[in-house]
């Protein structure tokens, strides 16, 4: 493979899942949906060039992953469910670097805010 600008990217946007997050007791009580963005930096861009699922990350199990971990255990802070979500993610041996956002769509704050959120980026070791 040639050197190039960066690695390839897999985005995956808008992901809803409903989960029990946060440090308020009434966010303890009773689900509430967050928002997921997943950005998967390839480990390498072979599969760009053999157009091979084999060679590539799977944005399904991805996904699933995430679900998983935001249906799972509740986190305190939304930079533990998205640290965790990424390390999920990382298990995926084709992803090299694995950058997660998550937006809580009903902040419980006495404004009208559309979302609150964090993003974190993880690299395998």
Do not use: C, N, W
């Amino acid at each position: 493979m040639r050197p190039g600008p960066g690695p390839d990217r897999i985005e995956i946007r808008g992901v809803r899942v409903v989960g029990v997050h946060g440090v308020l007791p009434e966010e303890r009580r009773r689900p509430q949906p967050f928002e997921l963005e997943l950005d998967l930096d390839l480990a390498d861009r072979r599969a760009a060039a053999s157009d091979d699922l084999a060679d590539t990350a799977d944005y399904a199990a991805a996904v699933a992953a995430a679900v998983s971990v935001v249906t799972g255990p509740p986190h305190d802070l939304l930079e533990s469910l998205a640290g965790a979500i990424a390390d999920a993610v990382l298990a995926d041996v084709a992803v090299a670097t694995a950058t997660v956002t998550v937006r809580k769509l009903r902040p419980p704050l006495p404004h009208q805010v559309e979302s609150v959120g964090v993003r974190v980026t993880r690299h395998r070791p």
